[in-house]
């Protein structure tokens, strides 16, 4: 019989709601480290992003930040970075054609539809990187790195198998991570490709799904820990479900400052113009997404 000692988890839509995380979240996540799981949260946010968002990075033992680019360990601080920091030229580049970005360690997040400028970029640059999607977030990356390839260096650290691992997550970016954990697990929310793709679809949406994954886990319920029975159920109640599509709040107001192409937030500050264009750039206080005006 299969036991499993870690548990990988998506952040955004995942774990949390609108970058939130319920208590009753929380306490399960406690739980099963109380009962003898790892936990590991492999996210596509920055880490400063992620830290600022969430208050309690201590109950997981590692953070993987970045879409795999950036290892952390909460508890000792380490910061490992796993890939090297962007071209200068591609973020030159950018700025020229006015595209809203946040730079990390390594990652170049934007949004939808500023994927076909990036990837008009790279390949005239001939970098090798590539594009990943999250819902209506856009992410480049070396070729090389993905969800996937972060968890392996943390379940490395860790001295883990990653068919020891149970995985959860609900958009694109999360397949990697969950094609190479023991049991992949969708939460209800997630992208009907998602589910397809996992072995197991929880019943109900985001937090509460990963609470419902982790209570299944701890009673040790033989429809988890086995796997064809998980795959059964992935089948059996993977049919429709009502989908929430709406990620954001609709609409970007009429207020003075324009609203976060990212995270939808007016609170912004203004940047001072660094190449002499006459480009209104603003910094979001929330997320750390460069962005200009629309144009008047
Ligand atoms: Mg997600
Ligand atoms: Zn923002």
Same mark, same amino acid.
């Given at each position: 019989m299969a036991t499993y000692q870690a548990i990988a988890t998506d952040y955004d839509e995942t774990l949390a709601h609108d970058g939130r995380v319920d208590q009753p979240t929380i306490d399960a996540l406690l739980r099963a480290?109380?009962?003898?799981?790892?936990?590991?949260?492999? @996210?596509?946010?920055?880490?400063?992003?992620l830290l600022n968002t969430f208050a309690q990075p201590a109950i997981f033992d590692r953070i993987v930040a970045e879409n795999?680019?950036?290892?952390?360990?909460?508890? @000792?601080?380490?910061?490992? *970075?796993?890939?090297?920091?962007?071209?200068?030229?591609?973020?030159?580049?950018?700025?020229?054609?006015?595209?809203?970005?946040?730079?990390?360690? @390594?990652?170049?997040?934007?949004?939808?539809?500023?994927?076909h400028v990036l990837l008009a970029a790279i390949r005239e640059l001939g970098i090798e990187w590539h594009i990943i999607f999250n819902k209506g977030a856009v992410m480049a990356l070396p070729a090389d790195v993905t969800?996937?390839?972060?968890?392996?260096?943390?379940?490395? &650290? *860790?001295?883990?198998?990653?068919?020891?691992?149970?995985?959860?997550?609900?958009? &694109? /970016?999360?397949?990697?991570?969950?094609?190479m954990c023991g049991l992949s697990v969708a939460v209800a929310n997630a992208l009907p490709s998602?589910?397809?793709?996992?072995? *197991?679809?929880?019943?109900r949406a985001?937090?509460?799904?990963?609470?419902?994954?982790? &209570?299944?886990?701890? &009673?040790?319920?033989?429809?988890?820990?086995?796997?064809?029975?998980? /795959?059964?159920?992935?089948?059996?109640?993977?049919?429709?479900?009502? *989908? /929430?599509?709406?990620?954001?709040?609709?609409?970007?107001?009429?207020?003075?400052?324009p609203s976060c192409p990212r995270c939808k937030r007016a609170d912004s500050s203004d940047e001072e113009s660094q190449t002499g264009s006459s480009a209104r750039w603003f910094v979001c206080n929330y997320c750390g997404m460069r962005y200009t005006s629309p144009k008047s």
């Open positions: 480290r109380a009962a003898g799981l790892a936990t590991i949260l492999v @996210t596509g946010r920055e880490l400063a992003d795999g680019a950036v290892l952390y360990q909460p508890r @000792t601080q380490q910061l490992r *970075m796993l890939s090297s920091p962007p071209p200068p030229r591609l973020l030159e580049r950018l700025a020229a054609e006015a595209v809203p970005v946040s730079v990390g360690h @390594t990652i170049v997040a934007t949004v939808e539809p500023h994927e969800k996937a390839t972060g968890l392996a260096a943390a379940l490395d &650290e *860790m001295g883990l198998a990653a068919d020891r691992v149970v995985g959860v997550g609900d958009a &694109e /970016n999360d397949q990697a991570f969950l094609g998602v589910k397809a793709a996992a072995e *197991m679809v929880t019943k985001r937090g509460a799904g990963v609470i419902e994954l982790i &209570e299944r886990l701890l &009673e040790r319920s033989a429809d988890v820990v086995h796997r064809g029975a998980a /795959n059964h159920r992935a089948k059996t109640e993977g049919g429709p479900v009502a *989908m /929430n599509t709406t990620r954001f709040p609709a609409g970007r107001g009429g207020s003075q400052s």
